[in-house]
């Protein structure tokens, strides 16, 4: 099992950053690719990023490339979620989830998840 929490999220203005880490317990996170999520109210829970076990590999969406940066410290057992030139449409609950598999891209490939933190982004 792992345990994943979130934080760093909060209320900026348009334009700021964030930046969100996901802390494991339990079971070593290296052992896992890990995918950022987000779902705003009335929408469908979308990834927007995603890195490999080592770190060597990142994905990201269309809609964050170059503006989202993920990185993950696995001496810590955290990964990041760096969010930079903010926009409102960036509001959303956002996760980390945990998958064994290498090359998880759907959210139902993702073995384990986090609570979730708040983004509000105002405009």
């Known amino acids: 099992q792992v345990q994943l929490v979130e934080t760093g999220g909060g209320l900026v203005q348009a334009g700021g950053s964030l930046r969100l880490s996901c802390e494991a317990s339990?079971?070593?996170?290296?052992?896992?690719?890990v995918g950022w999520f987000r779902q705003a109210p009335g929408k469908e829970r979308e990834r927007v990023g995603a890195i490999s076990r080592t770190g060597g590999s990142t994905w990201y969406a269309e809609s964050v490339k170059d503006r989202f940066t993920i990185s993950r410290d696995n001496a810590k057992n955290t990964v990041y979620l760096q969010m930079n030139s903010l926009k409102p449409e960036d509001t959303a609950v956002y996760y980390c989830a945990a998958s064994i598999l290498p090359r998880a891209t759907v959210k139902e490939e993702y073995d384990y998840w986090g609570q979730g933190t708040q983004v509000t982004v105002s405009s």
């Open positions: 339990g079971r070593t996170l290296s052992r896992y690719a």
